[in-house]
């Protein structure tokens, strides 16, 4: 397999991968709708197009095409895509897709002999350009082919990425890490709310959160994350919004919990903790919306109708 890819979707993840995909000398074909986005990629070496038409032209046989769009849009980008294939050429939706759509694309694809991974992508926008985690579903031979060409080594992290099974596994192992990262985000928001709003102690949440990050039992990213988003915003958080938001994994792991007859309180814990947020913010609905900005850049300052709060 020859290191070069095309790529559908630019936003914060698509963006800093092929940025460094570039770093690493891949060929690089790129659209998305937005055109100054592609611009943008081209200024570093990518080559741009105005349509996925041109993208499909501008691959050589046989070619890999990565989606990287929200979960609604990869079916309308999938209809416009496949017919534009060839028997051999592989899709890639490297999102948060639900799993079931999935192996359904899977199927109707392999109708056509089009290939088809599933590739959940774990580390947010600093991790799609300097080391990602992924997690992959699909035929293995696929997995492997792409794993020779040296695609995982240069987009993830050491050890950073793994075959999970057939399809739908990748997306499915993605979204049940999501889920466990809405009940880790919600243990970290009560635990710093408590020591927020303790009457005993008058707390330096900063170095709370820095003691933590070195060599504690609960030392990850995420208390890091939190780390810093205290040194930017204070301990009150006042310019973070009390409404923390959900993108729809946390539900999804719940929904297939019970499907399975798993018992999951604490991810739905966190889900009921969130929709309360919505119309009553709160100091936990701020903390999970900082770590929310600061690894997945999400759009989570304060609202000119919230109250404040201490």
Known sequence: MKKQIGYIGLGKMGRNMVLGLLLKKWGIVAYNRNLEKVKEVVEQGAVGTSSIKELVSKLSAPRVVWVMVSHQAVGEIIDELAPLLHKGDLIIDGGNSPYQDSRKRSKEL???????????????????????????????????????SGFFADTCVEKGYGYMGGSGSG???????????????????????????SKEFELDLLKVADVYSHGSVITSRLVS?????YKKYGKDLNEISGRASA????????????????????????????????????????????????????????????????
């Open 110 to 148: 392999s109708k056509k002999g089009i290939e088809f991974l599933d590739i959940g992508v774990s580390g947010g926008p600093g991790g799609a350009l300097q080391g990602a985690c992924m997690m992959v579903g699909g035929k293995k031979e696929l997995y492997e082919k792409l794993n020779k």
């Open 171 to 197: 997306h499915f192992v993605k979204m049940v890490h999501n889920g466990v990262e809405y009940g880790m985000m919600q243990s970290i928001a009560e635990g710093f709310d408590l020591m927020r709003h």
């Open 225 to 229: 994350w939190m780390q810093n988003g």
């Open 247 to 310: 993108s729809g994994e946390g539900k999804w792991t719940v929904e297939a919990g019970k499907r399975e007859n798993i018992s999951m309180p604490a991810i739905q814990a966190s889900l009921d903790s969130r929709a309360a947020s919505q119309k009553k913010p709160s100091y936990q609905g701020k903390v999970v919306s900082t770590m929310r900005g600061e690894f997945g850049e999400h759009p989570v300052k304060r609202g000119e109708d919230e109250p404040e709060i201490l």
